[in-house]
């Protein structure tokens, strides 16, 4: 008998009782709806996470370098004029965000545990992240670019409102930004010294919700973001009405500080000829950009933190318009030391697997650096060990429907115990018999599997319809379930092995039906 | 040689606590074409002698031969086989399933026997039509008549050509017509293909008009071995 004429004989026993097996298939198909649910949530969790919200600002790729701060430097400069002086080892533990940064970027790491690249004790011999470092860094092996993080804060006056702006400075070429790839209007800087800014969605719907407190108010402050209802033409439209629009700048009059000619190198000519006015009694200076480009508030779960900056005007224009910036302490530390370099440097590498790689390079050039890498995988960890969780959850419901099969695969086996009889008498052998059950059991397995897979699907639809609706309510929607084929897969064959297993004993029963017994007529 | 032979055959139940002999020390012998009735009131053991000789048992002492090979040291397995090949067994009861087709019943042994799908159904037109059946084979037992039952049944052992034809009381559920019928039909079919038959009966008469030698079975012996 081959397994075809099983698997037929299988079905037909399965028709025979269309009831019971529908019934016993229910049981599977919750267990596997459950699973699927569970583990899919999970899994959506991880995705909105880890691959939505990192991969679309490219974290993977990414590695910040981190010059020695100026408390540092001071250290390091007072210990060459002062040779006796031990040097003090809780430099590295002071702040590290001594100028623009307000003492409060999340992007600067933990001291200490930022990285296995991250040099481990303090050192002093740290170098100056200058644009010479920089250039070094870009040459290493994978390393697609190396800059200096330009980001500071300037008063900003855009539609007759003037408030304070954390401005970051952009590299024109689209590929050396990938948040600039995708434009809700407009696009990227003409060139590297353009008087252009690119804004956000976010920056025009903060100066809309402004003008407009009514809408302010539903505004969604939760983890599950943000951004106005509306729709996507709305949106577009919004954003293009702002391209071309005029953002001021407002600095010092150049005269106020000790202006220096070159920055690193870079011949400054800030202020070129007819490039900037005055504002009243000439207290301040403004400096005029176009809106050029209009970036998307992305959807879904919104680490803020990472995407901050609203404003972006292009690398050349920020270098010099830090520099119009600094702040008093900037200043002093400047007049002890020189210049400090750079705060920050983002390298950004070819592929991820390179970053610890590259990230040893870093290390040898004498500057601490931090990735997400380590902290990726144990993210990944952690949800590996929460969607196991949430699997085992759903396994208990699978597992309840075992004893559901093996109840009717025994009474399937009570009903046909003189049909089993028949078979041995007329040259079945055990194994057939016991091979007819266990694919009884595996189509129950599969039947239930597939719908279950299917029910779970749906439920994930509905639910996340629901919370869309009524939960989050505004803004893109959020898509919280992931199913991937590996999953469906998996339950299906997790299905279908549980109930293999609920089948071993019926199975075995059946095998054993003493054929003479089965047989004696009533 | 005989074709089938019970040598010194005991074959004990337990019945709860008490343990039932149902044979005891039997020896027999079946030749090749021969038609062999084995007669004895109820509970003589003559339907336990029979299970042993279609190896749907095996005895505590003795052991059965078959073509002089012992059937003792067969597997569970080798012993399927053995039912599938060798011998074939129609009963009192038919035993047909219920939800086939008498054609299906009939491919089911054909499967077992691993006969491939495209055969198993003109060999089982075959078999039905050799019993007189061609017209009936898509009905179910409970569609046809006892003797049609019954023929379904022989068709069914006939299917993988067994050396020997195993009856347990066959006219057993049949009124006295139709079990004339029935015998006719074996007796001719014997004498046709030299086929092997052993019959359980409590029947006298049939045995005494249709076998060629009788054994006769009492509370678990043979009194009568006719030969």
Redesign the interface.
């Given at each position: 008998?081959?397994l075809?004429?099983i698997l037929a004989l299988a079905l037909?026993n399965l028709r025979?009782a269309k009831l019971r097996t529908a019934l016993t298939v229910i049981g599977v198909v919750i267990g596997v709806a459950a699973i699927i649910t569970m583990v899919s949530f999970g899994i959506g969790l991880q995705q909105n996470i880890i691959s939505n919200a990192f991969a679309k600002l490219d974290l993977f790729t990414v590695i910040t370098v981190f010059g020695a701060n100026t408390d540092e430097l001071i250290a390091l400069d007072d210990t060459m004029n002062n040779p006796s002086n031990v040097p003090s080892n809780n430099a590295d533990a002071s702040s590290n965000n001594a100028d623009d940064d307000s003492g409060d970027d999340p992007s600067d790491p933990p001291q200490g545990e930022s990285s296995p690249a991250a040099s481990p004790t303090p050192d002093l011999r740290r170098r100056r992240l200058d644009d010479a470092a920089i250039a070094e860094m870009a040459a290493i092996n994978g390393v697609r670019y190396a800059l200096p993080v330009l980001m500071f804060q300037s008063y900003v006056r855009y539609e007759g409102r003037t408030e304070r702006q954390r401005i970051g400075g952009a590299l024109a070429s689209v590929d050396y930004n990938p948040r600039f790839k995708n434009f809700l209007a407009g696009g990227s800087f003409t060139n590297d010294d353009a008087r252009e800014v690119i804004v956000t969605e976010n920056f025009l719907d903060r100066v809309a919700a402004r003008r407009n407190p009514a809408r302010r108010a539903r505004r969604n402050q939760g983890p599950f973001s943000p951004a106005p209802v509306k729709s996507d033409e709305q949106r577009a439209e919004d954003a293009a009405s702002a391209i071309g629009r005029e953002i001021t700048l407002l600095t010092l009059p150049s005269a106020a500080g000790p202006e220096p000619t070159s920055v690193f190198g870079i011949p400054l000519g800030l202020l070129e000829a007819g490039d900037q006015e005055s504002g009243p009694d000439g207290r301040y200076e403004t400096h005029v950009f176009r809106i050029r480009g209009v970036l998307p508030s992305d959807g879904g779960v919104n680490f803020d933190q990472f995407a901050r900056t609203d404003l972006y005007i292009p690398v050349e224009q920020a270098r010099r318009f830090r520099q119009a910036n600094r702040d008093p302490l900037e200043l002093m530390s400047e007049a002890l030391i020189g210049d400090a370099g750079y705060q920050r440097a983002e390298v950004r590498v070819m592929d991820p697997t390179v970053v610890r790689d590259v990230q040893r390079e870093i290390t040898k050039l004498g500057f601490r650096s931090f990735s997400l890498t380590n902290q990726i995988d144990e993210i990944r960890y952690i949800f590996f060990v929460v969607n196991g969780g949430l699997a085992l959850l759903g396994g208990i419901a699978l597992l309840v429907a075992s004893f559901g099969i093996a109840n009717t695969m025994i009474m399937s086996i009570l009903e046909r115990t003189?049909?089993i009889?028949?078979?041995?008498?007329?040259?079945?052998?055990?194994?057939?018999i016991m091979r007819i059950f266990f694919f009884e059991a595996s189509l129950i397995g599969l039947l239930g599997g597939a719908f279950g897979v299917l029910a779970g699907w749906g439920t994930d639809r509905l639910a996340n319809f629901l919370v869309n609706r009524y939960v989050v309510k505004q803004g893109p929607y959020i898509e919280f379930f992931s199913i991937p084929w590996y999953l469906w897969l998996g339950a299906i064959a997790f299905a279908v092995l549980i109930s293999l297993a609920a089948a071993v004993y019926p199975a075995l029963r059946a095998a054993r039906v003493d054929?003479?017994r089965a047989?004696r007529?009533d | 040689m005989p074709i089938l032979e019970a040598r010194s055959v005991t074959r004990e139940y337990h019945m709860g606590a008490e343990t039932v002999r149902a044979l005891s020390d039997v020896s027999a012998g079946i030749e090749r074409g021969e038609f062999v009735a084995i007669i004895g009131t109820s509970g003589s053991g003559k339907s336990t002698l029979l299970n042993l000789f279609g190896g749907l048992d095996r005895p505590n002492e003795g052991e059965i031969l078959f073509d002089g090979k012992s059937l003792a040291p067969l597997s569970s397995r080798e012993m399927a086989r053995y039912r599938l090949r060798r011998v074939g067994m129609i009963f009192q009861s038919f035993n047909l399933i219920p939800t086939m087709t008498a054609q299906q019943n009939v491919t089911l042994a054909l499967a077992f026997a691993g006969v491939a799908r495209r055969d198993r159904r003109t060999r089982a037109d075959e078999l039905l039509a050799r019993v007189g059946l061609e017209t009936r084979a898509l009905h179910r037992p409970s569609e046809l008549s006892g003797g049609e039952q019954q023929r379904v049944a022989i068709a069914r052992a006939l299917a993988n050509e067994p050396d020997i034809l195993l009856a347990d009381e066959p006219t057993g559920n049949l009124d006295s017509r139709r079990a004339t019928e029935l015998m006719d039909f074996l007796n001719e079919m014997r004498r046709r293909d030299r086929r092997t038959i052993v019959m359980v009966t409590h029947d006298q008469e049939l045995a005494h008009n249709y076998a060629d030698r009788i054994i006769r079975l009492k509370d678990g012996r043979v009194i009568d071995g006719d030969a």
């Open positions: 008998m081959n075809t004429d037909r025979q003189r049909e009889g028949i078979m041995k008498a007329i040259g079945g052998s055990d194994g057939e054929p003479i047989l007529h | -």
